[in-house]
């Protein structure tokens, strides 16, 4: 019995050492602390091997660094103004952590420019010289990507490979000429996986020096997609992997049936830019009451004999589709994601829908 109860006490304290000592040297220095107590969705899976900065990168949007509030009235995608500098237009972008209404009774915490979702459109003329004043508002760092033009290789953003990244309080400044006209947009090319799918976006419309050269219709209507995850009351960047799965989906910053309406009459035209936000998922985008015309892809303009027709559209992550439809009948049409998923909020369908859904009204 003496010697049973030895080897039982000794153990239970080696027990004991080998549960409290890598609690404490170990494993709290290599999780929690390094990557200041975030969390990841459930269902994402860390093993030993997996670095903590990854952890972080999957982490939710830390609800204590809020810097403003907005109510579900708020729009995003607002026109940016600009000030005159020597013949250079001069615009200030601003990235900082909001808390965002997608819905009546959902928010979320996001990663925006100039505070709203999307970030504020740019708007430009072909020609035009520009310069853009980043400065750094989140708690880790940032570029800017324009993507799609054609500019000066420092100008493009991708960090550590075209240029540092710019530090939170940092401000890093790009410029140039826009050479091409179209459907454009701008984003992060500093961990894009994490800051883009937290809500740094924004769509760069440009303007051709003709006017001849642009596409007409009646009414000229933006639409930019994202994904979101939000869980228990945390926002956490989607990526398609285990627990990384988007359970809202947004149009212009609104889940439906909080989207806009779109009025027009019989007869009209619009012109729908699907703008490929969206850097998770692929979007098959659809216009009930009959095809539309694609008249421009990626900013380019179609030549009129190449142009065709289509009723969908794959709008993937970085893609640009300008579309024109025309209001054929009376009644309520759907611009739509084709993938039911899409159009749910939370897995549940709302007043007909939810998510990536825009209804038409034509009279
Ligand atoms: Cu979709």
């Not at 799609?148 to 939170?168: H, S, V, Y």
């Not at 006209?181 to 799918?197: L, M, V």
């Not at 809500?199 to 007409?216: H, K, R, S, T």
């Amino acid at each position: 019995a003496p010697q049973v109860a030895a080897i039982g006490m000794a153990s239970l304290v080696a027990l004991a050492i080998g549960m409290i000592a890598p609690a404490n040297w170990l494993n709290l220095t290599l999780s929690a602390r390094d990557v200041g107590g975030v969390i990841m969705p459930q269902g994402m899976i860390m093993d030993r091997d997996t670095p903590a900065d990854t952890m972080r990168d999957m982490a939710a949007a830390d609800p204590r660094l809020v810097t403003a509030s907005y109510d579900l009235a708020a729009k995003g995608d607002r026109e940016l103004p600009f000030r005159m500098e020597s013949g250079v237009k001069v615009f200030e972008l601003r990235p900082s952590v909001i808390r965002w209404h997608i819905l009546p009774d959902i928010t979320v915490e996001a990663y925006a420019y100039n505070d709203q979702i999307p970030g504020p459109r740019i708007h430009i003329r072909q020609g035009d010289r520009v310069r853009i004043n980043v400065t750094n508002g989140l708690p880790e760092e940032t570029t800017v990507h324009w993507h799609g033009l054609i500019l000066a290789n420092q100008m493009d953003g991708p960090a550590g490979i075209t240029q540092p990244p710019i530090e939170p309080g940092e401000t890093y400044s790009y410029e140039f000429t826009a050479t091409q006209h179209g459907t454009y947009f701008y984003h992060p090319h500093a961990k894009p996986d994490r800051t883009q799918a937290l809500g740094l976006y924004g769509a760069l419309i440009i303007d051709p020096a003709d006017p001849a050269d642009e596409v007409a219709a009646d009414h000229d209507y933006v639409i930019e997609l994202q994904e979101w995850l939000v869980r228990e009351g945390l926002t956490y960047p989607s990526m398609p992997m285990d627990g990384g799965m988007p359970n809202f989906f947004t149009i212009n910053g609104k889940a439906y049936p909080s989207t806009e309406t779109i009025r027009m009459k019989v007869g009209e035209t619009l012109k729908v830019r699907f703008i490929g936000t969206n850097n998770g998922f692929i979007h098959p985008m659809h216009i009930h009451g009959g095809p539309f015309e694609v008249v421009a892809r990626d900013g380019e303009t179609i030549s009129p004999s190449a142009r065709f027709l289509a009723d969908t559209v794959n709008v993937g992550p970085g893609q640009r589709y300008d579309v024109v439809w025309t209001a054929r009948r009376l009644g309520k049409w759907l611009i739509h994601c084709h993938i039911p998923h899409h159009t749910t909020n939370n897995n549940a369908e709302v007043k007909g829908g939810g998510g990536l859904m825009v209804v038409i009204d034509v009279t």
